[in-house]
């Protein structure tokens, strides 16, 4: 089974930076693509950006266009989020997401098999 472990969450203030990791432990399944979402309090789940594992090719959300910048290492086990010119609206719960098979939107939850636990960001303005 395929786990995926998320860090570097944390508390910023309006402005700054945070970069979030995202672990692939026990990769034993075909994995494609992989994806960072985010959930605030009250609110859906909402896809933030998702990078395919094959080509590096990238897709973000509206709302962190040219802030946000989503990357995989060589190895193809760790994909990040480097956050930057982060706002209060930014404050959320980031998951990290991986799955293998094509179709629909890129940001429907339903697509992804594998979650991680989540990492908390905080944003204060």
């Known amino acids: 089974q395929v786990h995926l472990v998320e860090s570097g969450g944390g508390s910023v203030q309006a402005g700054g930076s945070l970069r979030l990791s995202c672990v692939v432990e026990?990769?034993?399944?075909?994995?494609?693509?992989m994806a960072w979402f985010r959930q605030a309090p009250g609110q859906e789940r909402e896809g933030v950006a998702i990078?395919?594992?094959?080509?590096?090719?990238?897709i973000y959300a509206d709302s962190v266009k040219g802030r946000f910048t989503i990357s995989q290492d060589k190895g193809k086990t760790t994909v990040y989020l480097q956050m930057n010119s982060l706002k209060a609206e930014d404050t959320a719960m980031y998951y990290c997401?991986?799955?293998?098979?094509?179709?629909?939107?890129?940001?429907?939850?339903?697509?992804?098999?594998?979650w991680g636990q989540g990492t908390q960001v905080t944003v204060s303005s």
């Open positions: 026990n990769y034993t399944d075909v994995i494609n693509y």
């Open positions: 997401a991986a799955g293998s098979s094509y179709g629909g939107t890129w940001s429907t939850t339903t697509r992804y098999k594998y």
């Open positions: 990078i395919y594992t094959g080509n590096d090719a990238t």
